[in-house]
């Protein structure tokens, strides 16, 4: 006689209701491809607006800083030659300064702050120098692959579909089967809530692989994004962060008996990280005081690990302590579910 496991069996059933179902396919693939190329080229050719300004540390840029500093509307920073050219391509600052015989500014065009920043920056700049004695500027546009303001976004946008994957493919889901009464019918059947559970985890993580391509995939192709680490890191990365929301989304839907309350839930539980993860730009904006808040947001770590894999080549060991807050959330959000899941 042959046997059936009730995870391999509620994995298979979830494969199939989902390609039956167009409009999951749609929101699974179709859009995050469609979001990845309107952003890339919308921000492609937004104007930027003021944010921070670094300065490379030289002995003439010294007197210019400390009249700059002053200045409102300016957060200034001082770092060597290497540190600015990595703040600025993790997108930590608007615009970096070098004071020589000439004023250098690098910075990207595709950066929503960059432009602006220039400007605002060579007018202060000449206003602490008395207007007497005017350096010549000259600009250095930062448009290679690989430090600019799309290959900075298409990792976030990674790192958003992943949380809206999990919460969504897997929250609403399981509110949907409630809804529908479907739940009812399977408390009939001898398995428990734990596999039934992490089937809905299981079916979630397959569509992991096809997401992160396609993300990938579209930025490389059209906006000739360069991946500068580890495929292997960035799968893994994804993995673990699918898997962290696969769980915030059943904690989210273990008791939700309506689309109208899981609706507004999801909405609760993603508008903080949408606000303060860096999907846009770097979470590191936000004032001193928000950032244990923001350091704590799953999403905040997710994306983090996928730019530093993605953009810095960083071995994926170094992201531990990142993984590590994931698996917690997903952990602690899975036993949660696990004790307080009403199957009506």
Known sequence: MKKYHPIKELFLVRMRTFYREPEAIFWTYGFP???????????????????????????????????????EGFDVEVHDAEACAERIRLGKTSIVVEIGEKLEYRFDPTRPESALARAKVDDAVQRVLGRQDVRVAQDVKVVEPGARYIDFLVPGLLGMNLMGGGLWGVGFVLTDMRVRKLLRRLVATPMSKRDFLLSLVGGRLVFTVPEMFFILGTGMVLFDVRVGGSWLAILVVSVIGAISFAGLGLLVASRAQKIETISGLM??????????????FSSDKFPDAFQPFIQALPLTQLIDALRAVTLQAEPLVDQWWRMGILVLWGGISFLIALRIFRWT
């Not at 104007?47 to 300065?55: C, M, S, Y």
């Not at 909405?267 to 846009?280: E, K, R």
């Open 267 to 280: 909405n609760l539980v993603m508008l903080p990280m949408w606000l303060f993860s860096g999907i846009f």
């Open 33 to 71: 491809l469609i979001l990845t190329v309107l952003l890339g080229i919308a921000f492609r050719n937004r104007q930027p607006e003021v944010i921070a300004v670094d300065f490379v540390d030289t002995p003439a840029a010294a007197g210019i800083v400390e009249g700059l500093k002053g200045a």
